[in-house]
């Protein structure tokens, strides 16, 4: 039988790319404890017309890191959010949204945006010269 892991502080890291949405959950020491992406829940499901980035596949990918901590037997106390990558996407706001729901240990402490500048913005500006 296995030992249950049990864990004071995790952080639940929620990263939408264009095509693909990863689900990372590590302990306060940063070591990985679950790693999901919805490409591997394609996988599994065994769908061929399965979209990644849709919010059937964010609530497959919930439903899919709920049976694993079950599975596992982790119980976590606290729980801290990190969102990265563009939270006004559908996919991502409904994770969030169902997170509560969906996932029987939520406690969420804190919720976390990061969002990264687009590349041409980090130039600076153009200085233009008149002719005279």
């Known amino acids: 039988m296995k030992k249950s892991l049990k864990y004071k502080i995790c952080y639940l890291k929620l ?5 693909n949405i990863y689900l ?3 302990n306060s020491d940063g070591n990985v404890i679950l790693k999901l992406s ?3 829940i394609k996988k599994t499901l065994g769908l061929t017309f399965f979209k990644k980035y ?3 596949a964010s609530q497959q990918l919930l439903i899919e890191f709920n049976k694993l901590l079950i599975k596992k037997k982790i119980y976590i106390k606290l729980v801290i959010l990190k ?3 563009f939270f006004n996407y559908g996919p ?4 969030v949204e169902e997170l509560s729901y969906r996932v ?3 406690n969420v402490a804190l919720i976390q ?4 500048t687009p590349h041409g913005s980090m130039k600076k500006k153009k200085i233009r010269h008149r002719n005279r």
């Open 104 to 106: 029987y240990f939520l």
């Open 54 to 56: 849709t919010i059937f």
């Open 113 to 116: 945006l990061y969002r990264r």
């Open 92 to 95: 991502i706001r409904k994770m």
């Open 24 to 26: 990372t959950l590590t």
């Open 15 to 19: 990263k939408g790319t264009g095509k």
């Open 83 to 85: 969102i990265e990558g």
């Open 38 to 40: 919805s490409g591997m």
